[in-house]
């Protein structure tokens, strides 16, 4: 866990609120030109929720999430992804319609209980879209062609796209039962987890991150191989939509993603600048998550993308996202009680025109409020003092070019705008 500064750390750049800011924002507005509309779901939700979708021999269900019980006996647990409970929501409000695609974003917290480790962190923020109702094809082209965006947008120009095809439950146990008899001499070679894994959830042995268990499953049966005529199709059709988008991708038959709601199309966006947490971001299709929270049989896709690992990916890169400007325009210095007294007037009324101000509430002497102005990069500097309330103007000093001009303070309070004089062409 880490806090986000107002200020940019020395240490961890990325860390800055402002670069947050800009990557949401960037995010934000690519999802309105594909014409997604956000959603906002709680931090915790009913545990069933999580162990009836994602399923309950995964990782994250058995040994990640931070589960407790509330006051009154029911087991909650704080959001561990963020498809399930926007399903969850859509149902619960009857906006899953029959005949029609709804499709969502959102910007959520995710919490994890790993490993700590740069780019994995027990609470993390997350970015995503769902589309629910269509299973064409293009629209996971769409979906995939939207992150690829999102990266190019920010400057993540290295990141590599990562697919194959889960299969669906017609076409899933032919693949299980040659994955059972590849895997069974082998068990001795792999990990604990993966042991366990052979047992509850063979599948998820796919997904593991242990050397050990990538070496005895290198040639392990693929999916691709036995995959059903329907799915089979879904993934040519695919493949041939990103090939017309000019979508590069690498086939990974051992990509299954850590949840067991997938179904045919699973993907993954990896980044070289991360080492080992190397994924920034992952979706895949779930026609079958809708009627397990309870719905009627309803296709979905989406994705998540991790906000940390991009910051991180773009401080890598020495990548600058284009963040707001959080410099004051004006800074107004007053000396004396009456001047202070009067800034508080100008600086409300500088601020109700629109215009980003900034004042001292330390007393302090001309000199200091002109260096925290200089601090600030403001680009004016209003100077009231004794002399200047006398006859009731203020001195305007451009800290650009150093130049000074009188200005009357009912005019700045009025209009700034045609107060203050135009700024030369930068």
Not at 55 to 68: C, Q, R, Y
Not at 73 to 95: C, D, I, K, Q, Y
Not at 312 to 322: G, M, T, W
Not at 333 to 358: C, K, N
């Amino acid at each position: 866990m880490h806090d986000v500064l107002p200020l940019q750390p020395d240490r961890d750049p990325w860390l800055h609120a402002a670069r947050w800011r800009a990557l949401e924002a960037a995010f934000r507005d690519i999802c309105r030109i594909y014409g997604y509309r956000e959603i906002r779901t709680p931090v915790m939700e009913s545990t069933e929720l999580f162990t009836r979708s994602i399923g309950d021999g995964t990782d994250i269900v058995a040994k990640e999430m931070f589960t407790f019980t509330d006051r009154g006996g029911r087991s909650m647990t704080l959001r561990p992804e963020g498809t399930a409970p926007v399903v969850r929501a859509l149902l619960e409000h009857g906006l899953i319609a029959e005949a029609s695609t709804l499709k969502v974003y959102y910007i959520a917290t995710i919490y994890r209980y790993e490993h700590g480790q740069r780019g994995r962190y027990r609470e993390h923020q997350q970015t995503g879209v769902e589309v629910i109702g269509a299973q064409d094809s293009a629209v996971d082209a769409e979906v995939i062609s939207l992150a690829i965006e999102f990266f190019r947008r920010v400057g993540i120009l290295d990141a590599e796209l990562k697919l194959n095809s889960v299969g669906c439950p017609a076409c899933r146990p032919e693949h299980l039962k040659a994955l059972l008899a590849f895997a069974e001499p082998r068990l001795d070679a792999m990990s604990p987890d993966n042991q366990r894994r052979f047992r509850e959830n063979p599948l998820r042995m796919l997904d593991s991150k242990d050397p050990r268990d990538h070496a005895a499953l290198a040639d392990a049966p693929k999916l691709l191989d036995h995959l059903c005529t329907e799915c089979s199709l879904h993934f040519e059709r695919l493949r041939s939509h990103l090939s017309a988008l000019g979508i590069r991708y690498t086939l990974d038959p051992l990509l299954v993603r850590g949840f067991d709601y997938y179904t045919k199309t699973a993907f993954e966006s990896i980044s070289p600048q991360l080492g080992a947490q190397n994924v920034i971001g992952g979706g895949g299709r779930y026609d079958g998550l809708v009627e397990s929270c309870g719905g009627k049989p309803t296709p979905g896709i989406g994705f998540g993308i991790g906000t940390e690992r991009c910051l991180i990916v773009l401080d890598q890169l020495n990548r600058a996202l284009e963040v707001d400007d959080e410099t004051p325009s004006v800074f107004v210095a007053a000396v004396g009680p009456e001047a202070s007294a009067r800034a508080v007037r100008l600086v409300h009324a500088l601020r109700r025109q629109g215009i980003a101000t900034e004042t001292d509430y330390l007393g302090r002497s001309l000199k200091a409020q002109m260096r925290a102005a200089s601090r600030l990069n403001a680009r004016w500097v209003a100077i009231m003092g004794d002399d200047e309330m006398a006859r009731g103007v203020a001195t305007l000093k451009d800290m650009q070019s150093g130049e000074q001009c009188e200005v009357a303070i009912d005019q700045l309070e009025k209009s700034a705008a045609s107060a203050l004089p135009p700024q030369p062409p930068s």
